[in-house]
């Protein structure tokens, strides 16, 4: 299992902005689409965004047209791009494989809170 690490994290303001990266050791996900994840307080973990290989992308409806997903695979990176973040994308955020654990331990993830 290859272990993933998140970065990026950070307390913002509603309305402003935050990359998160996810990077890992070697090339076994080149050819993998990857997710990021989030997990509120109480809440079952959701899928916000996933990306293929060859680049195309989707997001869940709350997020459409404010996160935007990218990766390097040169880098062993993926990223998230997220904008006029809400109270609401408080969470704890994390990447993996889509699906999960193909070959991925789940990393510690970055936490994002937005507070005024």
């Known amino acids: 299992q290859v272990q993933l690490v998140e970065s990026g994290g950070g307390l913002v303001q509603p309305g402003g902005s935050l990359t998160l990266s996810c990077t890992w050791s070697?090339?076994?996900?080149?050819?993998?689409?990857m997710g990021w994840y989030r997990q509120a307080p109480g809440k079952q973990r959701e899928l916000v965004a996933h990306?293929?290989?060859?680049?195309?992308?989707d997001y869940r409806d709350s997020v459409k047209g404010r996160f935007s997903i990218s990766r390097d695979n040169a880098k062993n990176t993926v990223y998230l791009q997220m904008n006029n973040l809400k109270p609401d994308d408080t969470a704890l955020y994390s990447c993996?494989?889509?699906?999960?654990?193909?070959?991925?331990?789940w990393g510690q993830g970055t936490q994002v809170t937005v507070s005024s």
């Open positions: 993996n494989t889509l699906p999960p654990g193909q070959g991925s331990s």
């Open positions: 070697g090339s076994i996900f080149r050819f993998r689409p």
């Open positions: 990306i293929v290989s060859g680049g195309a992308t």
